[in-house]
């Protein structure tokens, strides 16, 4: 079946620092979609991207949907406390969405 | 709040029995799903309806799982015959009938534990 490899899959940063994480799969997606989950809680949508090369902003965090249409990044600028949390990438084909394993962002103060 | 709500946050309960988890989606949404997450993983897509058609079964769906949507509003999943490996966050989303490709939005999930 479609598999996501998402990496890094935990990461330690300083407050104010850039963040950038990616993920991978062998299968082609017609969306991409990066969610945040907090403990106890439920994904929150972060950034949907709808086609291939596509560049989206959502204040700090900038998403690209891969050319292949395999792969995507997220980068979080001058990162803050509130950042903590997992980061979850999401390939969507025909209504159905495979997730990755997910990035567990620590930042410290 | 007019978000995804699922009923109960958390359930406890012994292995062998019977348990019925709720999610309510949003209101102009038209298709519901519902996922499994365990600890250090992402959910997994377990079934999804369209109204109240059930349109796709993940194989990880045995038969001792159901899912529901009678009136194509809320929707309810049951598990018969609990067993340890059903531990699980059972989470519920949903997304409005504008394509097939529309984000997924998640309730905050029913956490299951089996003694």
């Known amino acids: 079946g479609q598999q996501l490899n998402q990496s890094p899959q935990s990461m330690f940063i300083q407050e104010g620092e850039d963040v950038s994480m990616n993920c991978t799969s062998s299968?082609?997606?017609?969306?991409w979609l990066w969610y945040k989950q907090d403990p106890g809680e439920g994904p929150v949508l972060l950034i949907a991207?709808?086609?291939?090369?596509e560049l989206t902003s959502n204040g700090r965090l900038t998403a690209q949907f891969g050319i292949t249409r395999k792969d995507s990044f997220l980068n979080i600028s001058a990162s803050i406390p509130s950042d903590v949390g997992i980061y979850f990438c999401?390939?969507?084909?025909?209504?159905?969405?495979?997730f990755g394993d997910g990035t567990t962002l620590t930042v410290k103060p | 709040d007019t978000g995804v709500s699922q009923d109960p946050r958390h359930k406890i309960t012994k292995r062998g029995q019977n348990v019925t988890f709720r999610c309510d989606p949003i209101?102009?949404?038209?298709?519901l799903y519902w996922y499994r997450q365990t600890l250090g993983q992402g959910p997994e897509f377990l079934t999804y309806?369209?109204?109240?058609?059930?349109?796709?079964k993940s194989r990880l769906l045995s038969d001792r799982f159901s899912a529901e949507r009678p009136k194509g509003s809320f929707s309810t999943l049951e598990i018969q015959r609990t067993e340890q490996g059903d531990s699980a966050m059972y989470l519920c989303?949903?997304?409005?009938?504008?394509?097939?490709?529309?984000?997924?939005?998640f309730g905050d999930g029913t956490r299951l534990s089996i003694l």
């Open positions: 989303a949903s997304s409005p009938d504008t394509g097939y490709n529309q984000p997924q939005h």
């Open positions: 299968s082609i997606f017609n969306t």
């Open positions: 991207l709808y086609k291939a090369g």
């Open positions: 999401a390939g969507t084909n025909a209504g159905k969405s495979t």
């Open positions: 209101s102009e949404h038209n298709r």
């Open positions: 309806f369209q109204n109240e058609a059930q349109l796709e």
